[in-house]
């Protein structure tokens, strides 16, 4: 095999259907990575499977297909999970066929001897030019370990009684979004619409429900609805907090007057001390031209540490940009030069709009040479 021997065997595994068009993106990735590729096929119509299997030919990977009927999500990849469990592989890669696995160090190496059974990995999702959204996942888990899904849509891995987590910041698993393969996401969205309402009818009050249902509703452009299941979710205090902060972010984003949109901000902020309301918080501001008011909150913004602890939708531009961005366009109204002159400088170095931010810049340095003359 062209790969690197190790005792450590490596498996990819995938649950695809009708996904010719990007499959080849994520082989490619961990073509050097993996032994085997474990492929749960659920009904493709196209060229998914002679693809895969040509690739793994090609490149002296070991290639074990199971094909069957989508059922819901947990149940079709657990079926995939009982699968992989039968076949003599150490370690099991999760991927989705959208996913591009980057990473420069040696995973086998990384792995040999761990005494954890499973990690998160660091998932990477470009949505558009204006935001890239972070967080971890748990997508490499040790076999037979018992690891399953839950969930009939959003599904999540259950870790089980007394199983190790580790965590891994140095692999992205890499996802561009904006490509929708043909308006499947689409389809997918309104399939999980009705998995989800029939969830929320057989339990109103659950958290999970609530927070999915607002997304999809939101991805459709069901705006109203959106907004209904995101207040339920942002007020419902049970589950996962990260929901409950996303939820209120979104609430933000989503209403008509500026001053209940801050209040959500507030709320967000409350519950967890991010950034990203803030930033919301100071856009509203600037354009009122509250700029004392507006530089108070980005100079809070850029003093915020990055949050490591967050494993759910961080925004990496917001914090490698964003908020040096604005806290450099405020400043200067506030007259704070030098601070703006120094956020401006840090908004330059993120490699985002770029020109627009040198121009900032020169505001700054035309205001130095006038104070030395």
Known sequence: ??????????????????????IETTL????????GIILFD?????????????FAEKHNIHFHLLQGQFEDFATSR??????????LYDYLLLLDSNDEYRCDKNLKQLINGASEEGFLLHQRWYVGPYEELDY??????????????????????DVPPGVKIGKMGDIILYQDRVKDNDGKSQTRWKKDLTLLKRNIAMNPNN????????????????????????????NNEDGFFEERFNSMMKCGQL???EDDSVKWYLKAYQLIERAEPLIGIVRIYRKRGKFKLAFLFAKLACELPYPSNCILWVNQRCYNHDRWQELGIVAYYVKEHELG???????????????????????????GLRKQS
Do not use: P, W
């Open 1 to 22: 095999m062209n790969h690197l021997q190790s005792e450590v065997q490596l498996a990819v595994v995938l649950m695809v259907k009708n996904e010719e068009k990007r």
């Open 136 to 157: 971890y996942n748990i997508r490499l888990i040790k076999s037979n370990t018992g690891f399953r899904y839950k969930g009939s849509v959003h599904e999540y891995i």
């Open 207 to 234: 958290g999970r429900s609530q927070y999915y249902l607002a997304q999809t509703y939101d991805c459709l452009n069901m705006k109203a609805d959106a907004m209904f299941f995101y207040k339920q979710r942002a």
């Open 341 to 367: 002159q120094k956020a401006c400088e840090k908004a330059v170095e993120s490699g985002y709009d770029v020109d627009l931010n040198k121009k900032n810049l020169i505001f700054y340095e035309k205001c």
């Open 255 to 257: 209403e008509r007057d």
């Open 78 to 87: 657990n079926m995939l999970l009982d699968f992989a469990d039968k076949l």
């Open 42 to 54: 659920t009904g493709s119509e196209d060229k998914t499977v002679e693809i895969v299997k040509q």
């Open 28 to 35: 490619n990735s961990v073509k050097d990575v993996v032994d």
